[in-house]
């Protein structure tokens, strides 16, 4: 295929950011079910707040962006051919297993801004949900990324 990275390439680039991508979204909410047992004002929840936000600006804003990223890239050149035909035609061609992938990643995205506005919420000091809340929130993103992946490989 004639783009500038191969299509082969953005796939390998794809997968990278999403093993980002959801590591951190499995990791942030035991960060924050360590952060709501910790004594309020100590050491361990200054040292939870503070990789949390590490975890949140290093590893999770960048994975969503190049997650996304590719994954249009992807999408642009999986459904081409043509995207000089009529919108509804091109469209029409879209397999039905994306839709269903892309309900999920929109889901997975509105996960990753509850977390981001969840740490807001840590960081001053306000503890809306349990630790038990926290760790069963963490099973999450497995879960949807097991559907998506086989989604994206099955193409059902
Ligand atoms: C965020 C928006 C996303 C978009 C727009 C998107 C779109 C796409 C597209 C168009 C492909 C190419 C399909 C093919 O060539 O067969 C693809 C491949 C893939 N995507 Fe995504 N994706 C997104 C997120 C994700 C997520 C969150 C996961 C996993 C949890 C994921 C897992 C995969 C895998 C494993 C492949 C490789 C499939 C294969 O080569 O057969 N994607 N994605």
């Known amino acids: 295929m004639d783009h500038i990275i191969g299509y082969d390439l953005a796939r390998g680039l794809h997968i990278i950011a999403v093993i980002a991508w959801i590591s951190g979204l499995l990791m942030l909410p035991r960060f924050y079910a360590y952060i709501t047992a910790s004594a309020p004002g100590g050491e361990v929840e200054q040292t939870m707040l503070k990789a949390a936000r590490n975890l949140r600006m290093i590893i999770l804003g960048p994975s969503l962006v190049l997650t996304w990223a590719f994954g249009i890239f992807l999408f642009a050149t999986y459904i081409s051919g043509d995207w000089s035909r009529p919108l509804p035609e091109v469209l029409g061609t879209v397999p039905h297993w994306f839709w269903g992938k892309l309900i999920l990643v929109l889901g997975l995205s509105g996960y ?29 993103p497995f879960l949807v990324a097991i559907a998506a992946v086989l989604l994206a490989t099955l193409e059902p």
């Open 112 to 140: 990753h801004g509850f977390l981001i506005s969840s740490g807001r919420k840590l960081i001053a000091g306000e503890r809306r949900h349990s630790e038990k809340f926290w760790r069963l929130m963490s099973e999450i």
